[in-house]
């Protein structure tokens, strides 16, 4: 599908979508340079198959999509990969380090560090304390030093100095000194995100940033993570808006079933008959809708 | 709710004093403080001087070679009793150091109080078995059969209160701290009721009805009813739960007084010797009793409606609130129901036991040992932890002394808690 | 009915040893539960363990004589065995969830205080009689004070008025030490994991040793109560440690306002103070016959059923307490 001749690509956006332009568009598809590389990965809860992964690659610099139906395993995934939930079996490596079984707090440090559906805002906590906490390496933070105003109040300079940059950034930044409680549904998805950043991840991975935000936030969010990508930061988001899939992912991988089924960019991926019928069942003569019943966008039946 | 409460409150307030108040002149011919004063050995103890004071009165009486002794009191009402230890036997002395002097609130013409001895440097610091004569029989008995026997014998009287405890919290998901109170408020109740006259076999189903509707239904409607419309957080409620624990505690022993107390009768039952083992014949109509209950109970919540109501509440109350079950009404039950066999579980311990103000509390952990071991908010966890936990306990004596017995059931618990949290019976989402 | 004697009574009481213990094992109790979310029952038995500890190595003959240790050998490893104990209590259970771990910790603190009551270790720790007598000469040894304390609206002994001296000195020393961490990056992250421990966790923060140091904390300064309990009435019995004392230490630290620097402090003295004051007035009124169906030994259960109604109307009506912010509750309480 052609690129929306109203915008033009920002640097991030070009490099990744030459890159990924080469790559074959199938499940398990290996990415030219991957972040993240899983093998074998299978989660069951009871009976039920819940993750059934057999190869995935996350290519470093773009912004990849997991879409898929409700309970195609999506949230389960990312949870085993950053550490949140342990596999009956699989191995995975980041920047070509074995990191399967690590501790969440781990990840996070390794440079992986994820959002939470359900918004993890520290409510009774201030904007820029919420912040403050992301940042890593403060040497406050160790009980020996904390006694000691000296030793860490000079990091803690620079780190509300970032911090408050990151607010302005994100238009938070008359927030700073309310308690988290206190904003709305979206702004509080906008500190988490930028509380994520605060942490310098190499990757981030964002689950359902677009969940429960007015459509007027939207834009603006969307704006703020292909931003997140030009500076350099991987992303991987789960979302279930195709509209937002379609506008800013490099690369989309479909999930159903626990099982990788569909990769390849937006457009051809939308029209994978495999992916329509995961979607649909067998009835794929639905127009699209920004509840992501339908596939295509330009109204027609799906067509493969 | 802050004028609730507050009228609440001053009922109490009126309640309690107008309670204390009444211990007035009730009868003109007088009462009198008896006794029995027991060696551990089981023989009588004699020569041990009572005294008695309060109401304008004092008096002493001498325990006879019988070991009975016997103070004839002016009215009823609250006395002061002292113990002349000096007097007691070489070898032998006060369970409970704080029995050498305590007030006694003096209700029945004869109101009876225990004495309790033990053999010099024993004492008593946890809640002990059931009517077995474990300790105190020798000869052809057999010590394991024995233990296993009382163990269940506790095992099913724990597991009385266990379900309630479960079932409450299931259902609202409270750590009810308080439900040790309902076994001590079930077993006074029977008390007032027997000291006023009645036969204990009579009494004690009428306690167990007043219990449950004023200490089950009643805390509910006025307690726990407001709190959850005011969206109270469950750790709020544990932690009023355990401020309710304290006050009812304290209540019981501003009525009562801090000495033990036995119901009028079925007191000091021998023994029956059945092959290696000896079983009171109350334990075992007790415990037969209970064992239909508890039967009576789970059929109730497997086959009727209210009860797979209750399993679906606990289950979870959001959903069945939406397909149209009562939520508020199941949890009336509950606490009616886990209030009434509490009470019974009171009764239970005080016949093979004594009665006294800090029942409750004593086995409240033993109770959440069960609970834990069977699984927090199963119904046959409950059931299957309390007999565990009473094996256990009985049987651990024969390595520790028996004055540590619950140390048996925390251990378990502790160790359940480490090893498998959701407990034998649970789900796995439940606890970390 | 003297009003003078009741007045002086409440006030020593308010600030004398009996709140200076308490205030010790709240303001512990504040680190672990007030900022950091730990539901610690079982803070009595850290009180327990200072106590022993000082009494065992200082008043018993078993481990080496008579003398004993000295007094500040046996404060050092009572602080150590205040670790040791958090380290035993918290590695296996900090995982649980918060009703869990009540149960736990206050079926931990009745385990311990049973096995120590028992005959079994009679010999060194006392069985149900305890350690009695000489335990807090070394410290009296330093007594500046040079006679009794008799002022109006206060009157102690020399003895108490130099614990009392002591103990408040501690309890500024320890409230100064847990306000430099409570405004620290480290304070952050603990104010953090009792909100919500997952975020936490995603931004790369070890939870466990977090929560495991604010155990260790409180442990230690929940072991000072104890010592200077040891210290103070020179005699230290199991039946003392129970879990009613953790029970105080709640309503105490609740009262004042949990996560406040004052609220133990607050919270204790005027716990006492309305304990001691309503007491004794009770205590008055029955004896001078303004109450007749009343007994004076009916005054020690009233006292309870005030701090049993009192924590109930806490958690009820103002969970927050005196100083505390309802928008920072550590409680789910509404």
Redesign the interface.
């Known amino acids: 599908m052609p690129a929306d001749p109203s915008t033009t690509l920002a640097p991030g956006a070009r490099a990744a979508q030459a890159v990924l332009a080469s790559v074959p568009q199938q499940p398990g598809a290996p990415k030219p340079d991957p972040m993240l590389v899983a093998d074998d990965v299978r989660r069951a809860f009871g009976g039920l198959v819940a993750v059934d992964v057999a190869h995935l690659e996350v290519q470093r610099g773009a912004i990849t999509a997991l879409i898929g139906p409700n309970g195609a395993g999506k949230t389960t995934l990312f949870n085993l990969l950053t550490g949140f939930d342990t596999p009956d079996s699989g191995r995975w490596t980041f920047n070509g380090q074995q990191v399967s079984g690590l501790a969440p707090y781990r990840m996070a440090r390794k440079g992986v560090v994820r959002t939470f559906q359900l918004t993890k805002a520290l409510s009774r906590m201030t904007v820029l304390d919420n912040m403050r906490l992301g940042a890593r390496g403060q040497s406050g933070e160790r009980l020996l030093p904390a006694f000691f105003q000296f030793a860490w109040s000079g990091q803690e300079r620079t780190v509300t100095a970032r911090a408050m940059e990151l607010l302005d950034r994100f238009n938070l930044a008359a927030k700073a000194d309310d308690f988290a409680g206190s904003l709305s549904g979206g702004q509080r998805k906008l500190l988490e995100m930028a509380r994520a950043l605060m942490c310098e991840p190499e990757l981030i991975m964002l689950d359902e940033p677009m969940a429960g935000v007015n459509p007027a936030l939207t834009q603006s969010l969307l704006g703020h993570i292909k931003g997140i990508r030009e500076s350099g930061t991987t992303v991987v988001f789960v979302e279930h808006d195709m509209d937002m899939v379609h506008d800013i992912s490099d690369w989309v991988v479909v999930m159903a079933q626990g099982q990788v089924i569909a990769e390849g960019p937006p457009s051809a991926v939308m029209r994978d008959r495999v992916v329509i019928d995961a979607y649909l069942g067998s009835h794929h003569d639905r127009a699209l809708t920004a509840t992501g019943e339908g596939l295509t966008k330009d109204g027609s039946g799906g067509q493969a | ?2 004028k609730r ?1 507050i009228i609440a ?1 001053g009922a109490v307030l009126i309640g309690l ?1 107008a309670g ?2 009444l ?2 002149p009730a009868s003109a011919d007088g009462n009198a403080l008896v006794g029995t004063l027991t060696a551990p050995d089981g023989s009588p103890v004699s020569d041990v001087k009572i005294s008695v004071s ?1 109401n304008g009165f004092s008096g002493s009486a001498t325990t006879g070679p019988d070991g009975t002794f016997r103070v004839d009191l002016p009215k009823s009402g ?1 006395y ?1 009793v002292d113990v002349d230890v000096t007097s007691l036997p070489p070898g032998v002395a006060l369970a409970r150091p704080e029995d050498q002097s305590r ?1 006694v609130l003096v209700l029945a013409k004869e109101q009876k109080i225990l004495v309790k001895l033990v053999a010099e ?3 008593t ?2 809640a002990s078995g059931t009517g077995g004569a474990a300790e105190a029989d020798s000869g052809r008995s057999s010590p394991i059969l024995q233990l296993i026997i009382d163990g269940l014998g506790f095992g099913i009287l724990i597991a009385l209160g266990a379900l309630g405890l479960n079932l409450i919290f299931g259902t609202t998901g409270l ?1 009810n701290f308080a439900h040790g109170e309902l076994l001590t408020l079930g077993a006074f109740t029977a008390i007032v009721l027997n000291e006023l006259g009645l036969n204990i076999i009579i009494a004690a189903p009428i306690a167990v009805i007043i219990a449950a509707a004023l200490f089950g239904w009643g805390q509910n409607k006025v307690l726990w009813r407001p ?1 959850r419309r ?7 409620a ?3 739960s ?10 019981v ?2 009525l009562f007084g801090g000495s033990p107390r036995s119901y009028q009768q079925f007191a000091g039952q021998e023994g029956w010797h059945i092959g290696a083992v000896s079983v009171t014949p109350k334990a075992i109509i007790l415990a037969a009793i209970a064992v239909v209950v508890i039967a009576l109970t789970v059929t109730w919540l497997q086959r009727s409606r209210i009860g797979k109501a209750t399993r679906a509440v606990s289950d979870n109350p959001a959903l069945a609130s939406a397909t149209g079950i009562d939520v508020e009404r199941v949890i009336s039950v509950v606490w009616t129901l886990g209030a009434g066999l509490a009470a019974f579980a009171g009764i239970y311990l005080g016949l093979t036991q004594d009665v006294s103000w800090n029942m409750g509390q004593r086995i409240l ?1 033993v109770l ?2 069960s609970v ?1 071991l069977g699984g927090l908010g199963t119904i046959y966890g409950a059931i299957v932890g309390a007999l565990i936990v009473g094996l256990f306990v009985q049987l651990t004596t024969l390595i ?2 028996t ?2 017995k ?2 048996g059931a ?2 378990l ?2 160790v359940i ?2 090893v498998r ?1 959701q407990g034998i019976l649970g789900r796995r989402e439940r ?2 | 009915m003297d009003v003078g004697f009741v007045i002086t009574q409440s006030l020593t009481q308010a600030i004398g040893v009996i709140a200076i213990i308490y205030c010790l094992a709240a303001v512990g109790l504040n680190v672990q539960f007030g900022y950091a979310g730990l539901l610690n029952f079982g803070q009595v038995a850290f009180a327990a363990v200072g106590a022993y500890m000082v009494g065992v190595l200082v008043a018993t003959p078993w481990l080496k004589g008579d003398p004993g240790y000295p007094l500040w050998l046996a404060v050092i490893l009572a602080i150590a065995g205040a670790v040791v104990l958090a380290l035993i209590l918290g590695i296996p259970t900090l995982r649980l969830r918060a009703d869990y771990l009540a149960i736990v910790t206050i079926a931990t603190s009745e385990l311990l205080r049973l096995v120590v009551r028992s005959i079994a270790f009679r010999d060194v720790l006392g069985g149900a009689n305890g350690i009695n007598g000489k335990i807090g000469d070394g410290f009296h040894e330093y007594n500046p004070f040079p006679a009794n304390f008799d002022v109006p609206f206060f009157t102690f002994n020399r003895q108490d008025l130099w614990v009392v001296v002591v103990g408040w000195s501690l309890v500024a020393l320890f409230s100064v030490l847990v306000w430099l961490l409570v405004r620290s990056p480290w304070g952050r992250v603990i104010k953090g994991i009792r909100e919500d421990e997952t975020a936490v966790v995603s931004l790369g923060k070890n939870v466990f040793v977090y929560k495991m140091q604010a155990l260790v904390i409180g442990g230690v300064i929940g072991a000072f109560a104890g010592i200077v309990w040891a210290v103070a009435k020179q005699s230290v019995q199991p039946d003392s440690f129970v879990p009613d004392v953790t029970f105080f230490t709640y309503t105490i630290l609740l009262l004042g306002g949990a996560a406040r620097i004052f609220g133990p402090i607050v919270g204790a003295v005027i716990f006492w103070f309305l304990l001691a004051g309503v007491g004794e007035t009770l205590g008055q009124m029955i004896q001078a016959g303004w109450i007749d169906f009343l007994r004076p030994t009916d005054v020690g259960p009233i006292r309870f059923i005030i701090v049993g109604l009192g924590l109930m109307m806490l958690m009820i009506f103002r969970p927050q307490g005196i100083f505390g912010d309802k928008r920072e509750l550590a409680l789910d309480a509404r």
Do not use: C, H, K, N
């Open positions: 709710m802050l409460v409150a004093l204390v108040a211990s007035g309060g609250s002061q007030s440097g024993g004492s610091g946890d750590t709190l005011r969206r109270t957080g469950l750790i709020a544990m932690i009023v355990i401020g309710l624990a304290i006050t009812l505690r304290y209540v022993l501003l952990l959440f040992a834990t520790i002394p004055e540590m619950t140390v925390l251990f618990m502790i808690l480490l949290p606890v970390g």
